[in-house]
């Protein structure tokens, strides 16, 4: 096989079987959008799930590949309790917080590789937000936990966008541009049903319950979103969205200053990327639509956010 056909070979070509092996054994090397990440488990519970979540992703097995970053976890007793068994995170070697429920694996091996891309990432401005395209163009939903962006970017997705991702928005400073990086999407408690009614061909990984965040169940990232993950965009449009219980419908364009000001809060790294980061901001809001929305109706939001991309 030459070494074009081996850079294409993807996870389900190697099968559950091999895939559960090589992650117990040396690891198994995993191309997520611009992140070569090497992933090991001893945890053998999720292995189906991850493959399932996971099967549609360039997989490097060549000898000389050199990681980003190294993920791992492992089964471990609690150091009070010695039958109550736990999952350790290890990122590069090390710890980064305390033991978590073993049945609370597949959460913690998404949430460290969300804490080793924030912590890496900082030759792109990051912000916290769920970015999806449409027609060429970027979408920005900047919002902290409990706003709904992860519920609306679910269902855009699977109403003809192409993800990026639920969790970062990574701005290249210089060209304003924004790298794909498409991953299960987190949905958590309510969100998990109102998905299963608004996308039924959606393909959800195990329900995880009592965790920090609640219960949680991951949305398999589309095959041609994992497919097209070399293919950067700009930003078009930048909407802060909130999901209010019973709210009335609303969308309103928003000032500049205000939109500058709420996308710099929303970005991880804006003191550390100081200028640069600035500029970027700037750019983004000069030179995309911004909007503040507030939505209850799922359906409402997602009609409201396609018109808005299919508009001349």
């Given amino acids: 096989m030459t070494a074009v056909a081996l850079s294409r070979r993807t996870i389900a070509d190697i099968g559950e079987p091999e895939f559960a092996a090589r992650l117990a054994r040396q690891g198994l090397g995993v191309r997520i959008g611009p992140f070569d990440v090497k992933l090991r488990s001893g945890v053998r519970t999720i292995d189906s799930a991850l493959h399932r979540l996971y099967r549609d992703y360039v997989l490097l097995d060549g ?11 492992v089964s471990t007793r609690h150091w009070r309790r010695p039958h109550k068994r736990m999952v350790r995170l290890l990122v590069d070697g090390r710890a980064p917080h305390e033991d978590l429920p073993l049945d609370q694996a597949l959460a913690v091996l998404e949430w460290g590789l969300n804490l080793a891309i924030a912590l890496r990432s900082h030759s ?3 912000l916290h937000s769920a970015t999806v395209e449409r027609h060429g163009g970027v979408l920005l939903l900047p919002a902290w936990p409990g ?25 290249e400073p210089l060209s304003g541009t924004v790298a794909p990086i498409p991953r299960p999407m987190a949905l958590k408690n309510a969100s998990i049903e109102v998905i299963r009614g608004f996308a039924p061909g959606a393909e ?59 996308l710099a809060t929303n ?21 995309a639509r911004c909007f503040r929305l507030v939505y209850s109706e799922l359906d409402r939001a997602v009609a409201f956010l396609n018109g808005l991309a299919d508009s001349k």
Wanted: proline letters at 4%.
């Fill in 63 to 73: 000898d000389d590949q050199v990681f980003n970053i190294h993920l791992r976890i």
């Fill in 124 to 126: 792109w401005l990051m």
């Fill in 267 to 287: 970005a991880f790294n804006y003191e550390m990327l100081g200028e640069s980061a600035f500029i970027a901001v700037r750019r983004l809001v000069e030179t």
């Fill in 204 to 262: 959800l990984g195990p329900t995880i319950p009592n965790t920090r965040k609640g219960t949680i169940a991951h949305v398999k990232a589309p095959t041609e979103s994992i497919q097209s993950s070399s293919k950067s965009a700009a930003v078009r449009w930048i909407v802060f969205p909130r999901w209010s219980a019973g709210a009335e419908f609303a969308c309103e364009e928003m000032p500049k200053l205000d939109a500058f000001t709420m």
């Fill in 147 to 171: 706003s709904g962006k992860t519920t609306l970017c679910t269902a855009l997705v699977f109403r003809g966008w192409r993800l990026f991702s639920d969790e970062f928005g990574l701005v």
